[in-house]
């Protein structure tokens, strides 16, 4: 089957609700080429969690660098692996400056232990291991 057609067979299986479904159709596309940017930002919507989805929009971004579509991704994944009180704003307290000084929080940790089995991080063998910074 042509990766054209099983870009589309994914799309459809997306737009049908069969999630499943179709990350392993953009599996499958990646089996063929593993550089395809549309199938990396495509099984980047559908993952199942945060840590997943910035994955792929990294490796996409890798793809890529110039891409909107993966950069958004990437600050969107990001943002919510953020910890909530990072992304929170602070309330007007009565502490002086030198008791609101606390020491800047550190992201989550993301490593592969931590991600749920929602859908596998395809590595092509020529292909260095996908790496998540959150500091970019």
């Known amino acids: 089957m042509r990766v054209e057609e099983l870009l589309d067979r994914a799309m459809a299986a997306s737009l049908g609700g ?11 596309v990646l089996a063929l080429e593993p550089d395809n940017l549309e199938a990396w930002l495509r099984l980047a919507e559908l993952a199942a969690s945060p840590e997943r989805a910035f994955l792929y929009y990294q ?9 909107l579509r ?11 692996l ?24 550190k992201p989550a940790a993301v490593g592969s232990a931590a991600l749920p089995p929602d859908a596998p991080i395809f590595v092509d063998s020529g292909t260095a291991p996908l790496t998540v910074n959150l500091r970019s």
């Open 59 to 67: 490796r996409a971004a890798n793809i890529d660098p110039r891409s």
């Open 70 to 80: 993966a950069q958004k991704g990437l600050d969107e994944a990001r943002a919510r």
């Open 18 to 28: 069969r999630k499943e479904e179709a990350r392993d159709l953009l599996v499958d």
């Open 82 to 105: 953020q910890p909530a009180r990072v992304r929170e704003k602070p309330a007007r307290s009565s502490a002086t400056p030198q008791e609101e000084r606390t020491e800047p929080s």
